[in-house]
């Protein structure tokens, strides 16, 4: 049964193939292609300044076998895939930005055509005394935190 934090697909059941929304850069590259209207992803709260919305990525351990991997798969929590194209390029650098409850290690994610900030994950430190952090949810980089005003569904083209 998923959680409350974690956005359920369009879908009405689970046996169903769920709706796909393809998200493009205001420059037109395709980044994204998930099963979750963008709108529908739970935002961060307050003290965030920026409101991103959260998108969970699933994250499996490498496994030696399909079965293994289709094992992890069916214990998880029901975090649908979501594919997030190659031209959407991590930041090779980590920043730390500043918040009102201390510093938070972030790695910028930008559109690899025209370099907008789409979006960014949130880098877990190996000495908590350094200034890393990981949010509430014990999530760091697991999620990608998709900024507002970066992404057009396809269908808005047209609009």
Not at 24 to 43: E, G, K, M, R, V
Not at 96 to 117: H, I, N, S, T, Y
């Amino acid at each position: 049964m998923p959680s409350s934090r974690t956005p359920t697909p369009d879908s009405p059941s689970a046996s169903t193939t769920p709706t796909l929304h393809t998200y493009h850069c205001l420059c037109s590259t395709h980044l994204l292609t998930i099963p979750y209207a963008l709108f529908a992803l739970p935002q961060r709260r307050p003290p965030s300044i920026d409101l991103a919305r959260i998108l969970p990525l699933p994250s499996f351990p490498p496994s030696t076998s399909e079965a293994q991997h289709e094992h992890q798969r069916q214990r998880r929590d029901p975090v649908l895939p979501s594919l997030v194209s190659p031209n959407l390029k991590a930041a090779r650098k980590p920043w730390a930005v500043q918040r009102d409850d201390g510093w938070e290690k972030r790695r910028m994610w930008r559109c690899g055509r025209c370099g907008l900030a789409i979006g960014y994950e949130i880098l877990a430190d190996e000495d908590p005394g350094a200034g890393g952090r990981i949010d509430a949810q014990g999530n760091a980089g697991k999620v990608l935190f998709l900024l507002d005003g970066g992404l057009l569904e396809t269908g808005d083209w047209e609009r």
